[in-house]
């Protein structure tokens, strides 16, 4: 733990916030997970929702898809991360929503699929993605601390909002490059 707190320069409550957002995500995957299973039908419907959005990437090469999938994943991780301002609301909640949602989705996968299908086309660019959104979302609640701590107690706040931003575009922006292109090219050879 002590090579990944250095490498991402997590302080202590910064650990604290990932492993308590990694613990937050793994149980609403649970709970969509289990959702999808008690309402197949109306997952089914849901996730048939979001496959009719996206059809429009039927049509894009896979040069787009790389930047659609990388510009979607960090503008919306910079948001979570920044968002964590307002007392770290929203990447909580962007974990919530997320967990819930991948839970859905997997279990409707699994369904018709099979587990060793849907562990192929979604580990080789979740365990980049993951890792990206949680780090994103650890550092968005530690900002949402010391932003507190800074309206309470008048504590310095530019040096942590730094520390994020920098994190942002030079460990988690490269994480998520590499997992949009790891879903890029799977996603070409399994619709080929």
């Keep these: 733990m002590e090579k990944i707190r250095e490498l991402y320069k997590l302080d202590e409550s910064t650990t604290f916030y990932l492993k308590a957002l990694a613990l937050l995500l793994i149980i609403m995957f649970s709970v969509g997970f289990i959702t999808a299973i008690f309402f197949p039908l ?21 040069f787009q898809i790389f930047w659609i999938i990388f510009f979607n994943n960090a503008v919306k991780l910079f948001i979570s991360l920044v968002g964590g301002v307002l007392l770290g609301v929203i990447p909580v909640i962007f974990v919530l929503i ?28 979740g ?55 790891i879903e890029t090219v799977i996603g070409f050879i399994a619709h080929t």
């Design 42 to 62: 109306e997952a089914r419907q849901g996730v048939d929702e979001v496959f009719q959005e996206l059809e429009f990437l039927s049509h894009a090469s896979a």
């Design 98 to 125: 997320n967990g819930y949602a991948i839970g859905i989705v997997a279990a409707v996968a699994i369904a018709e699929q099979g587990v060793g299908k849907v562990l192929a086309l979604t580990l080789p660019h």
């Design 127 to 181: 365990i980049f993605e993951i890792p990206a959104v949680l780090l994103a979302a650890s550092y968005g609640v530690m900002l949402g601390e010391k932003f507190y701590a800074r309206m309470r107690r008048g504590e310095p706040f530019r040096p942590s909002f730094s520390l994020a931003v920098n994190a942002f575009f030079k460990v988690i922006v490269p994480i998520l490059a590499i997992a949009a292109f």
